[in-house]
């Protein structure tokens, strides 16, 4: 048996390292593996690099540890799981902890979303998700509302469900066909240009929801899949009225509404759910990243009580499945402790109305930066926020890729992505943390050519 704490040496020459094996997720690979950017350790707002530098995370590792890093009690909730039951089975068999979780979740959501599928992933809820509805329509007979829409821009993860309804062509030109899906227009609009929050002009843009339902009649059509506020699309913000509209059309014409909450869940948007913030209330809501504060992969989707029970019919026998899906890890028991542990951290500190009241301060510091050099626009919502550089040499991705690399060697993990650099700090930020990091962004884009 191995010593604990075998695998990690923190005093490890990473520059010895051989990086050829290992196959990076969403990264220009070449690039890192010439000059890595290795993260050692996380503390609270903060990792520590290789070089022993503290870099300012502000995206919250990856929009999900909104809490921030090295939460003892967090911590302490996996330790303990791990010695009182690190696996159960998750096929027909189950275990206390994910009752619970699942119950205390359903008491989060808006409206009657209580009920809850266990996934691992944003990316596997999305799909999870999709699956629900069709599976939905089938039983209640009518198996013919198969059609998917989602929107350009939109991002669901990866899979071929999510990655289908999703709307960045990058995402999607390297894998051939995918599930067939309709696209809404994107909700971003050069006449809303630095719109501070939710734009006032856009709601019309629901409509075209409509324009999908003339073309394939509502009776072939499942489900619509958007989220509230898109993050990894670049801080794409719902204008005003407009979730409420497509919440309006798809009540109309019996669609179900699905809101990914994959990042404006658990917080990001100042409330347990942008449903919640916004008062539109979707039929299905999906939750991961913020779940478990990010520590163990766990996703959720959350489920009105009647969907559930169309599928609960005593036309089966009872030893039959009502859904035939699932993953091995779905409710994983420590996940279910990771994830109780993080209410319950968020709860105690009230991180919720925390990022609610910090999203002030970011809307102020992100939008002063308007008429810094190649800055296009500027968005934000809730604790999130995101600035848009002009492309150069038509490509839209360079000054976000060089202002990220030059913010990382001062000391601020930002993340860049399509033509924007993105924003999501940790719920607790400081008033002079988010300065700092708005004042650097400033020098490091008036450098960039
Ligand atoms: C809205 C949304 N849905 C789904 C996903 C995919 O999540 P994962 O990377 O955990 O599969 C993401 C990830 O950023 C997301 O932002």
């Given at each position: 048996m191995g010593e604990i704490g075998q695998y990690w040496n923190p005093l490890l020459d990473t520059s010895k390292l051989n990086l050829d094996a290992h196959w990076m997720p969403f990264t220009a690979s070449r690039a890192f593996k010439a000059s890595p950017r290795m993260i050692v350790g996380g503390d609270g707002h903060y990792f520590t690099t290789d070089d022993g530098r503290r870099v300012f995370d502000s995206l919250s590792g990856l929009w999900c540890t909104g809490a921030g890093h090295n939460i003892a009690p967090i911590n302490e909730a996996i330790a303990a799981q791990l010695s009182k039951?690190?696996?159960?089975?998750s096929f027909q068999f189950g275990h206390p902890l994910s009752f619970q979780l699942a119950e205390r979740l359903g008491e989060l959501m808006?409206?009657?979303?209580n009920r809850v599928f266990f996934t691992n992933s944003g990316s596997e809820t999305a799909d999870t998700s999709l699956k629900i509805a069709r599976a939905y329509w089938r039983a209640v007979g009518?198996?013919?509302?198969?059609k998917l829409i989602g929107r350009a821009?939109?991002?669901?993860?990866?899979?071929f469900g999510g990655m289908s309804l999703g709307g960045i062509g990058p995402n999607r030109k390297?894998?051939?066909?995918?599930v067939e899906a309709d696209h809404l227009p994107s909700?971003?609009?050069?006449?809303?240009?630095?719109?501070?929050?939710?734009?006032?002009?856009?709601?019309?843009?629901?409509?075209y929801l409509e324009h999908i339902i003339a073309v394939n009649?509502?009776?072939n059509i499942a489900a619509v899949l958007v989220e509230p506020m898109s993050g990894s699309g670049g801080v794409v913000v719902p204008p005003q009225g407009y979730l409420e509209r497509l919440r309006e059309i798809c009540t109309q014409h019996e669609i179900l509404l699905i809101f990914?909450?994959?990042?404006?869940?658990?917080?990001?948007?100042?409330?347990?759910t942008a449903a919640e913030k916004l008062n539109v209330i979707p039929d299905i809501i999906n939750l991961a990243k913020q779940l478990t504060n990010g520590l163990i992969p766990m996703g959720a989707v959350m489920l009105r009580e009647d969907i559930h029970a169309a599928?609960?019919?005593?036309?089966?026998?009872?030893?039959?499945?009502?859904?035939p899906h699932g993953y091995t890890?779905?409710?994983?028991p420590i996940a279910a402790a990771a994830a109780m542990a993080t209410l319950d951290y968020m709860e105690d500190r009230n991180l919720f109305a925390q990022a609610n009241d910090r999203a002030e301060l970011l809307q102020r510091l992100i939008h002063?930066?308007?008429?810094?050099?190649?800055?296009?626009d500027i968005r934000n919502f809730g604790l999130a926020g995101a600035i848009q550089l002009a492309p150069r040499d038509s490509d839209p991705t360079v000054r976000p890729y060089e202002a990220g690399i030059a913010l990382w060697q001062k000391d601020n993990y930002v993340r860049w992505g399509g033509d924007t650099l993105q924003f999501g700090p940790p719920?607790?930020?400081?008033d002079a943390e988010l300065e700092q990091l708005f004042v650097q962004v400033g020098e490091v884009l008036e450098s960039i050519d």
């Open positions: 039951l690190d696996f159960a089975p808006p409206g009657k979303l009518r198996p013919e509302k198969t821009k939109g991002y669901h993860g990866v899979n390297q894998f051939g066909l995918g909700t971003l609009l050069p006449e809303n240009a630095f719109a501070q929050g939710m734009p006032q002009y856009g709601e019309h843009l629901a409509n009649d509502a009776s990914d909450e994959v990042i404006t869940g658990l917080g990001r948007s100042g409330a347990a599928f609960m019919s005593d036309d089966l026998p009872a030893h039959g499945i009502e859904l890890y779905s409710a994983h002063d930066l308007k008429g810094t050099r190649n800055v296009v719920f607790d930020s400081t």
